[in-house]
């Protein structure tokens, strides 16, 4: 790619996907987590206790906006490669969810879970750095043609 702003356009394309991924992850994660517990039962192996649980209103939110991560998903791995996108909104989205368990579900975070993600962050600092795509494994996306 050139560093004109077609190049431009498309890295600003892909840190917006990027951002939708991380807010759909966490987000989704931790509603479906509140809907599933929120009943206080435990789920089974019997598929009626699953379909309750996820009859939530908690939960169901939670499934909407995981589905709607999933096409973000999509769209940012056409557009970067996996050994860019994966660590960037896992790590992110690691930390996120540690927060959200712990401010919004009360979940305990010991220490030792807070250093390793203090030390994913570090090594996505690194991985920022570098060009989110490297190999042309097609044309540009639609929208940039």
Do not use: C, Q
């Not at 509140?34 to 009626?48: A, I, K, P, T, V």
């Not at 795509?133 to 996306?141: N, Q, R, S």
């Amino acid at each position: 790619m050139s560093n004109g702003p077609t190049h431009h356009t498309a890295r600003l394309k892909t840190r917006v996907l990027m951002v939708a991924v991380i807010v759909g992850n966490v987000a989704g994660n931790t509603l479906l987590s509140r809907g599933l517990h929120h009943g206080g039962s435990r789920l089974s192996s019997s598929f009626l206790h699953y379909l309750h649980g996820v009859a939530d209103p908690w939960a169901m939110g939670g499934v909407l906006i995981l589905m709607a991560w999933m096409i973000a998903n999509l769209s940012l791995l056409s557009r970067a490669d996996l050994s860019y996108a994966l660590p960037v909104t896992g790590s992110v989205s690691f930390m996120l969810i540690a927060l959200a368990g712990h401010f919004f579900l009360s979940e305990p975070v010991s220490l030792a879970h807070w250093i390793g993600i203090a030390i994913i962050t570090v090594g996505v600092v690194l991985v920022i750095e570098t060009p989110p795509l490297t190999v042309a494994v097609h044309g540009p996306p639609e929208d940039e043609r």
